[in-house]
Every structure is written in C-alpha cells, then in structure tokens.
C-alpha cells in the first residue's frame, strides 16, 4: 500500500510538472504572438523580422519558430481570431433584426480592419499564398454559417422575402464584405471602410425586403 502511495504521488508530481510546463510554453506563444503584432502595426510586417520579435521578448531566434513557422503564421492567427471574435460578439447581442446582426457583424470587422490596418493590409494583399487563402476560406466559412443563420431568422420573421435565394443572398453579401476589404487595402485612405460597408449591407437588405416593406413610407 506505502508504495502504491508513492507512486501515486510521484504521479500526481509528474503531471503538475507537465501542467507547468504547457503553460509557460502557452504564456511564451502569447508573448510572442503579442509582441509580434505590436511590431507589424509600428514597423511594418515586410520591416520587422523574427530576430527582432525574439530579442524584444528575450528569447532565441529559434524559440519563436518553435510556436510560429513563420510571420505569416502569426497573421493568419490573428486573422481566424478576429473573425471569431466578431462572431462571437455578434451572437451575443440580440439583434432585432438580420440586417442589424450582419451590419453590426461587418462593423466590427471593419473597424478591427482599421484600428490595425497593416495587418489587414497584409491579409488582403497576400491571400493568395496557400496559408492565407486556408485562413481566407476558414473565415468566410464562419461568416457564412453566421449569415446564413441570420437570413433564416430573417425570413421567419418576415423581414426578408420568403422567396429569396439564401445561398446566393450570403454570396453577395460575402463579396461584399471581401470585395471592400480588398478595395481599402490597395488605397486605405481613399474611402471610409466602416461608412461604405454599411451603407452597401442596407442596400443588399433592402433587395430582399418583402413588397410590403418596400411600399411602406
């Protein structure tokens, strides 16, 4: 019985070592994950390089390819997590409406769009490489299903025509969502991102909108 004890607690030891361990490795992933966008948004993603994400949290240059395989790994990350996060947020707002949820939804993403622009400058422009497309269709994915989701509500609450085609409704609203993103990277300073999503998403609505709807004053 003594040494099942021991061995209980020379086990119980072992997986708090192991519990330790995975998370200092979790904390330095977030440490550089953190420190690497901070440098993109203030030097520049093509500026910044691995060695000075690694000394800026004082770890070797190797460490950091032991949690990211390269900077376009750190971006696409942020990428999934800013989709994510919007989605979650707009979930967990009651919308009175589908179009409210889907213009709030674009908002949020648009604003994030700007307050880190080098970022979203460097996902719009560089989705053609085959992480960043995964990254692409990975968001469009989540958004869809949100939209769709949305839209269904939409109809049985009488807001949209009970004819409308969903699957190319969403489409369009996608497209609109990646064809403005797209558009403000190549000249950001062109246009207001947020004021133009929206005014486009209430257009789409308005498509859809029952007769009825469109009659009323």
Same mark, same amino acid.
């Given at each position: 019985m003594t040494q099942v004890i021991i061995r209980l607690r020379s086990l119980k030891g072992m997986l708090m070592v192991d519990s330790w361990r995975e998370r200092k490795k979790l904390e330095l992933k977030q440490a550089l994950y953190r420190k690497a966008i901070e440098l993109f948004e203030s030097e520049g993603y093509e500026n910044t390089t691995v060695q000075q994400?690694?000394? $800026?949290? +004082?770890?070797?240059?190797?460490?950091?390819?032991?949690? #990211?395989?390269?900077?376009?790994?750190?971006v696409s990350e942020w990428y999934n997590e800013i989709t994510a996060r919007a989605i979650r947020t707009a979930r967990a707002h009651r919308h009175d409406s589908a179009k409210a949820a889907v213009a709030a939804l674009f908002a949020d993403m648009s604003g994030q769009a700007t307050a880190s622009p080098e970022l979203m400058i460097v996902t719009s422009?560089?989705?053609?490489?085959?992480?960043?497309?995964?990254?692409?269709?990975?968001?469009?994915?989540?958004?869809?299903?949100?939209?769709?989701?949305?839209?269904?509500?939409?109809? $049985?609450? +009488?807001?949209?025509?009970?004819?409308?085609?969903?699957? #190319?409704?969403v489409a369009l609203?996608?497209?609109?969502?990646?064809?403005?993103?797209?558009?403000?990277?190549?000249?950001?300073?062109?246009?207001?991102f947020p004021q133009l999503i929206s005014e486009r998403v209430h257009f789409l609505f308005r498509a859809v909108e029952p007769v009825s709807a469109k009659s009323s004053p």
């Open positions: 994400i690694s000394e $800026a949290v +004082g770890v070797a240059k190797g460490t950091f390819f032991n949690h #990211f395989p390269s900077k376009e790994h750190v422009r560089n989705n053609s490489t085959p992480l960043l497309l995964d990254a692409t269709r990975h968001q469009i994915s989540q958004i869809n299903h949100f939209l769709i989701e949305q839209c269904q509500q939409g109809i $049985a609450r +009488g807001e949209i025509e009970a004819e409308t085609d969903l699957g #190319f409704f609203l996608t497209a609109v969502l990646s064809g403005t993103s797209r558009a403000w990277s190549l000249t950001p300073e062109r246009f207001d």
